[in-house]
Every structure is written in structure tokens, then in C-alpha cells.
């Protein structure tokens, strides 16, 4: 009898905490929530965060404000979000780097998928090589030319080591059999800025937010490292139709919360993202700069994310991060 009774007062407690839950993702967001994104404003990434901030906003009645801190390939905003109350206002706008950073970071405070609790992957985007128009070269054979001829004297930026423009580029070198010298920097709109200027010759640009600049002329597009050509970039040739089928960099976006977030809170905020990414305003934004909108489930999100630290674990092994 005793048995029994603490089974039902046990089972109760478990009913009363989903109903406090449900209660709480009813109301929620009944304060202002702050999306952290890990990259310099202006960048993929931020132009990301605030098509969601706003999209949010508009469909839970709430506001939604994005705080950038960029900074470690984006572990300064992973840390602060990881180490957030777990309630549901502060969100981390997450990009790739996100499961590669442990391999970079190995004393970073937080575990990509134990201190988070995935939302919905928002979006994907193909990396595109692109060139400062100072550089001598304007297509993608005059600049693995140019690289093999001088050895570690043409330069690259990225968003920082170990993050997903660093290893594409050293992906880059391994296939084509070419050295260059690394430059780091803490957002994308700083590599774009020196590429632009010609301070560094050479980046991948993730095809969201640069695609104004790469179609401007501002710097030079050489090849697409996705399967197909981008929309917005017509005559520029993938890096499979230039005989290099391997160079692939893949740049994802996706909302995460803390760690102990209400299932609730978690599945509130899933389908209204879910429901932002197939908007003509996310399509219009996204879908001409050679993104593919996503919004999928927290538990489909959370598999992916398994996914590929299984995959960066086995990568890692073959390259030196300096």
C-alpha cells in the first residue's frame, strides 16, 4: 500500500511539473528574450538572427532583441548561453563552429550537446572562395596558379581557428596541393572588410550575408563549394566542375537554449520557427544567396548536431589547428 502511494504522489509531482510547464510556455514570452549570436554584426550569421528575432517577435506577440559577442569562433556567446537560467529568454543563434569548437577549445566551459537544448537548424548555405579584387587572379585556376607558384604568400581570413571557413580552406590546400598563410579574425564582416581593402587575398565567404558584395563586384568570386551553382551567382562554377568533386563547406544556422529549458518553452518556440523559415520574407532573404531553409524538429536538430561531432572527432585527427 505504501508502494502504491508514493507511485501516485510521484506520478502527481510528474503532472504537476507539465502542467506548470505547459502553463509556462502559454504565456511565454511574457519578457523580453535576447538571441546571443557569436559573430560580428552584419555577418551570415547576424543577417540570420534577425530575420528570426523578427519572425518571433511577430508570431508569439513578444519581443525578441539580438546581443552580439563575437569572439573564439563564436565560444564567447556559446558560454554565456550555456551558463543562462534556462527559461526560455536567453536563446543562442548557433552557426557551424558550434560542434568544431571543442577540437579548437578543448578547455571551453560548455559541451556542445550536453549544455543545450536544440530548437530547429534554420538554415544551411555552401561556402564560396572569393578573391580581393587587388589579388592578380580572377578565376579559380589563375589563383591555385598563383598559390602554387609562391608557397605561403598569399593569405586567408576566416572567422577564426578551427572554424568552418579555417578548415575549408585547409580542405582546400590538402586537395589541391597548395599552402597559405592564415589569417584570423573575430567576425565575418572583418574578413570581408580586408578582403575588400585587399589587407588578406583570399577567404571562403558563406554565401548568406556576402552575396551583396560578391555580386557588386566588391571582391571575386572564384567557385562554389556546394553541388549546385548559387541563384545569385549564375556564371560561377562549383568546385566539381573545376575537377575538385571533395570541396565541399557546408555553413548551418540553428536556434538552441540552455540546458534544463522547459520541453514546452522548447516546442513553442520550434514551431514558430518552423513556420518562419517557409515565409516569403525568410525565402525572399535567404533562398537568393544560395541558402536552403530548414526548420526541422528539436529532436531531428539534436541528431544532426550528434552527427557531426562524430564527424569533426574523426577530421580533426588528420589536420594541425595552429
Known amino acids: 500500500m505504501q508502494h502504491r502511494t508514493a507511485i501516485t504522489a510521484l506520478l502527481a509531482l510528474a503532472g504537476l511539473a507539465l502542467g506548470t510547464g505547459a502553463a509556462a510556455a502559454d504565456k511565454y514570452p511574457s519578457k523580453p528574450v535576447k538571441i546571443v549570436v557569436g559573430f560580428q554584426a552584419g555577418g551570415p550569421t547576424d543577417v540570420v ?106 593569405s586567408y581570413g576566416t572567422t577564426g581557428a578551427g572554424g568552418t571557413q579555417h578548415m575549408a580552406t585547409m580542405r582546400l590546400e590538402q586537395l589541391a596541393g597548395i599552402d597559405m598563410l592564415h589569417v584570423p579574425y573575430s567576425g565575418g564582416s572583418g574578413v570581408m572588410n580586408d578582403l575588400i581593402a585587399g589587407v588578406v587575398d583570399s577567404a571562403f565567404m558563406t554565401s548568406t550575408g556576402a552575396m551583396p558584395h560578391l555580386q557588386a563586384g566588391k571582391v571575386v568570386p572564384l567557385a562554389v563549394a556546394g553541388p549546385v551553382r548559387l541563384p545569385g551567382l549564375p556564371n560561377v562554377p562549383t568546385f566539381a566542375e573545376i575537377g575538385l568533386p571533395g570541396m565541399i563547406s557546408d555553413s548551418w544556422n540553428g536556434l538552441l537554449a540552455p540546458a534544463g529549458t522547459p520541453q514546452p518553452v522548447i516546442d513553442r518556440l520550434a514551431k514558430a520557427v518552423a513556420k518562419a523559415v517557409q515565409s516569403k520574407e525568410f525565402k525572399d532573404a535567404l533562398i537568393p544567396q544560395g541558402a536552403v531553409l530548414i526548420g526541422n524538429s528539436p529532436a531531428a536538430f539534436k541528431a544532426e548536431l550528434q552527427a557531426e561531432v562524430i564527424h569533426w572527432t574523426e577530421q580533426f585527427k588528420k589536420v594541425k589547428i595552429d
Open 49 to 154: 538572427a534577425r530575420l528570426v528575432a523578427k519572425a518571433l517577435g511577430d508570431e508569439l506577440k513578444g519581443a525578441f532583441v539580438v546581443e552580439n559577442k563575437p569572439g573564439a569562433t563564436s565560444n564567447i556567446a556559446s558560454e554565456t548561453v550555456a551558463a543562462a537560467q534556462p527559461d526560455g529568454y536567453t536563446l543562442l543563434l548557433a552557426a557551424a563552429p558550434l560542434t568544431m569548437n571543442k577540437f579548437v577549445f578543448p578547455k571551453q566551459k560548455f559541451d556542445p550537446l550536453k549544455s543545450f537544448e536544440p530548437i530547429s537548424k534554420i538554415s544551411s548555405a555552401p561556402g564560396v572562395l572569393a578573391v580581393s579584387p587587388k589579388t592578380p587572379v580572377k578565376t579559380y585556376q589563375e589563383f591555385e596558379a598563383l598559390a602554387k607558384k609562391t608557397p605561403n604568400a598569399l
